[in-house]
C-alpha cells in the first residue's frame, strides 16, 4: 500500500525540498491545522457538547454570533498566539485586530480567518468550515496596525480552508498548486488525499442565492436567465444548480467537480460592496480557486487585485470555472 503522507510531512517537504515556505510558516500552518482539528471536534460532538444556538451577542456587522462561532474564534487565537509565528491576528469575529501579546514572541506574520463560515448551518447538521489567510507583516514598521492588513489578496503567502463535513478536509495553497488533507480520526492527523486540485474550465452548474434574483443586477440576471433556459438558450445545454449556503462547502464542490459560485451585489443595501468579507473569506478562495486553474472577479476586477480600505470591506464574488467567471465578468465589463 502507498505510504500516507500526513500534512507535516507535505510541508516539511514544501519547505525542505521545495522551497515554497520558510519554517516560521510552515509552523504557523501546523498550528491553524491543530486548530481545525480542535473545531472539527467541537462541531461533531453538537448537542452533546452543548455548543449549538446562538450566544446572545453581535459580531462587528451586526450578525447574531452562534455559540461555535464564539469557540471557533477562542480555539484559533489560543492556538496561534504563543507560538512565535504571529505578529497580529484578524477575525471576521473580532471588531478590530488582535495583538500577540507582549508576554510572547513576536513573529512576522499575520493571521486573517473566518473561523466558522456559514454559521446558519450549525444548528442544522450540514457541512460548514474555517477559512484563512496569511500575510506578511511590512517589513519596517515596528508594531502592528490595521493598515498593514490592508494588503491585496495577491499578497498572501498562504490561504486554506477546513470544512466539517461527512469527512473533514483541510485545503491548502502555499503557491505552489492545491492540495486536499482528510483528517484520519484514529491516528489524528491530516493525511494527503488530493494533490494537484484543478477546476475544469466549463462546467453546467452554478451556484447561488436565487431568491435574491429580483434585487440583483442586469449582468447577474442576464447570466442565470441564460442559464435557466438550458438546451434551448443561448447556452446550448441545461444547467444544475446547488446553494449549500456555506461557503465552504459550496468552493469545496467547485473546487472538487467544478461549477461557478456567486455572491453578487444586489439592490437592498446599494452602498455595499456586497455581503462576503474580502479579507476573510473573498481571498483566500480566491486564491485557491486561481492556483487550481479557475478565476475570481467582483464582476469587474480580479479580486486579488483588490486593495482593501478597512479590515471588514465586502466584496461581490464570482468565482469557479474560468469560462464561466469570465463570461459573467464580461457582462459586466463588456469586454
Ligand atoms: P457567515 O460568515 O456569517 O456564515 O456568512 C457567509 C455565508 C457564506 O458561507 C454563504 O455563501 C452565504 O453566507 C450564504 O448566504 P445566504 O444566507 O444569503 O444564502
Ligand atoms: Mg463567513
Same mark, same amino acid.
Given at each position: ?7 507535516t ?13 520558510p ?5 504557523l500552518?501546523?498550528?491553524? +491545522?491543530?486548530?481545525? @482539528? ?6 461533531? @460532538? ?31 487565537i ?19 485586530? #488582535? ?7 513576536q513573529?512576522? #506574520?499575520?493571521?486573517?480567518?473566518d473561523p ?11 457541512s ?5 489567510s ?11 496596525t ?7 489578496? +495577491? *499578497?498572501?503567502?498562504?490561504?486554506g #480552508? ?8 483541510l ?11 482528510t ?11 488530493q ?10 452548474e ?7 434574483m429580483?434585487?440583483?443586477?442586469? %449582468? ?5 436567465d441564460?442559464?435557466?433556459?438550458? @438546451? ?5 445545454? /441545461? ?26 451585489? /444586489?439592490k ?7 455581503k ?7 481571498? %483566500?478562495?480566491?486564491?485557491?480557486v ?13 479580486i ?5 480600505g *478597512? ?24 469586454v
Amino acid at each position: 500500500m502507498a505510504q500516507k503522507i500526513s500534512l507535516t510531512r507535505y510541508l516539511v517537504e514544501q519547505q525542505r525540498e521545495e522551497g515554497h515556505i520558510p519554517s516560521q510558516l510552515r509552523l504557523l500552518l501546523e498550528v491553524v +491545522a491543530r486548530a481545525c @482539528k480542535s473545531i472539527s471536534q467541537a462541531v461533531n @460532538k453538537g448537542a452533546l457538547g452543548g455548543v449549538l444556538g446562538s450566544a446572545d451577542s453581535e459580531n462587528v456587522q451586526g450578525e447574531v454570533q452562534k455559540k461555535l462561532d464564539i469557540i471557533a474564534n477562542e480555539v484559533l487565537i489560543e492556538a496561534n498566539e504563543w507560538g512565535g509565528h504571529l505578529a497580529a491576528m484578524a477575525s471576521e469575529e473580532m471588531d478590530s485586530i #488582535y495583538l500577540v501579546p507582549n508576554r510572547y514572541p513576536q513573529g512576522e #506574520y499575520l493571521l486573517l480567518f473566518d473561523p466558522l463560515d456559514g454559521s446558519s448551518n450549525i444548528d442544522v447538521n450540514v457541512s460548514i468550515g474555517t477559512i484563512f489567510s496569511v500575510l506578511k507583516k511590512p517589513e519596517g514598521s515596528p508594531g502592528v496596525t490595521e493598515q498593514d492588513f490592508l494588503q491585496a489578496g +495577491a *499578497q498572501q503567502v498562504a490561504a486554506g #480552508y477546513c470544512v466539517y463535513g461527512p469527512q473533514t478536509t483541510l485545503v491548502l495553497t502555499v503557491g505552489d498548486g492545491v492540495s486536499m488533507f482528510t483528517l484520519d480520526r484514529e491516528q489524528g492527523s491530516f493525511v494527503l488525499t488530493q494533490e494537484n486540485v484543478t477546476i475544469p474550465a466549463d462546467t453546467k452548474e452554478f451556484a447561488i442565492n436565487m431568491s435574491n434574483m429580483r434585487h440583483w443586477d442586469e %449582468p447577474v440576471k442576464r447570466y442565470i436567465d441564460e442559464c435557466l433556459q438550458g @438546451k434551448e438558450g443561448p447556452r446550448g445545454k /441545461d444547467f444544475n444548480m446547488r446553494w449549500i449556503a456555506s461557503m465552504v462547502a459550496d468552493v469545496h464542490r467547485i473546487l472538487t467537480r467544478g461549477g461557478v459560485f456567486m455572491y453578487p451585489w /444586489d439592490k437592498r443595501e446599494p452602498n455595499k460592496p456586497g455581503k462576503l468579507r474580502l479579507m476573510y473569506e473573498a481571498n %483566500p478562495m480566491s486564491w485557491l480557486v486561481e492556483q487550481a486553474g479557475g478565476a475570481a472577479t467582483n464582476g469587474r476586477q480580479r479580486i486579488l487585485d483588490i486593495v482593501p480600505g *478597512q479590515l471588514h470591506e465586502r466584496v461581490s464574488v464570482v468565482l469557479g470555472s474560468k469560462n464561466e467567471v469570465d463570461r459573467v465578468t464580461s457582462y459586466h465589463t463588456g469586454v
